[in-house]
């Protein structure tokens, strides 16, 4: 019993030294000593916390910097900044509202995934898509279907897409300036028929019939320019977004992955398909 404490316990100091070695080692570790300070460990100008005296020459400064940062020639640390790139496309038509997103998340000029999934079902007949940060989206998103939830259990009646869309603009107005990064559209159909609201991070709420939002909006804006109209069929609103989702893929380097395609209607939503853009390029070759 005694050899296996034993074996433990240089086990752990083991451990713990080739830890320590890793953070000294790194170049995130700084030391340097300080003539003036005394030991981190005091409470007070002279005394330590284990109850010593510390004496000038003594100070030990540890610091570690954090590897985001990047260390300008003035010594000041700066965030990186990384460049979000999305497409998501939602208009109205006669039969509901099309939604059309890619899949493509990108951390500045790295491709994270190719296989995200950019509309958030928030309930049967409401949903939520995804553009900026992928974690502030996927979360107040997913708050806000649990306050939809909620309202619904209280009313007994499902909440209306102009509510919905409020409450998410009141929730993230409060962190105005805190750095969320957020641009989203709200979809769905209520008792007033097929809604859409477009809501941001600075709490920005805005009802249209068209919205495009990520950094291949434009392109997707060329094509919904030239195909929208009122009385489209479900099957040619479907492929006008499906083709304006593709044509931003196609010209924007921070959209790619798949189309994800969504119909909303009376009944609540149906996802219509999840084609590759490398398949649709293809197609519209063929038939160019």
């Known amino acids: 019993m005694f050899l296996k ?48 005296e510390a004496t000038p020459g003594d100070g030990l400064n540890f610091s570690v910097r954090n590897p985001l940062c990047a260390v300008g020639d003035d010594g000041v ?61 996927s979360f107040w998103e997913r708050l806000l279907a649990r306050q939809c939830r ?38 769905g159909w209520d008792k007033r028929g097929p809604g859409l609201y477009y809501v941001d991070s600075e709490g920005n709420r805005v009802c249209g019939d068209l919205f495009a939002v990520g950094s291949g909006s434009m392109y997707a804006y060329g094509v919904m320019d030239s195909g929208l109209r009122q009385d489209l069929t479900v099957e040619e609103a479907c492929e006008l977004g499906r083709r304006a989702i593709y044509q931003a893929t196609y010209r924007d380097a921070y959209s790619g992955g798949q189309v994800n395609l969504y119909h909303v209607h009376s009944d609540g939503w149906t996802r219509v398909s999840q084609e590759d853009v490398l398949k649709l390029h293809h197609q519209y070759k063929e038939q160019a």
């Open 77 to 137: 640390e700066r965030k990186i900044e990384f460049l979000h790139g999305t497409t998501t496309l939602a208009f109205k038509f006669q039969h509901g509202v099309i939604v059309a997103v890619d899949s493509r998340a990108t951390a500045g000029s790295y491709i994270a995934s190719q296989t995200v999934k950019k509309v958030i079902e928030i309930n049967p007949y409401l949903l939520g898509t995804m553009a900026g940060g992928a974690a502030d989206c």
């Open 5 to 52: 404490r034993r074996k433990l316990l240089d086990h752990h100091q083991t451990v713990s030294k080739m830890a320590l070695s890793s953070v000294l080692n790194s170049d995130c570790a700084d030391f340097s000593f300080d003539n003036c300070l005394p030991s981190g460990f005091g409470c007070g100008p002279e005394q330590s916390g284990l109850g010593f």
């Open 150 to 187: 909620i309202y619904e259990l209280r009313n007994k009646e499902r909440i209306s897409v102009a509510a919905a869309s409020k409450l998410l603009a009141n929730m993230v107005y409060q962190y105005k300036g805190m750095g969320l990064s957020m641009g989203t559209m709200v979809c």
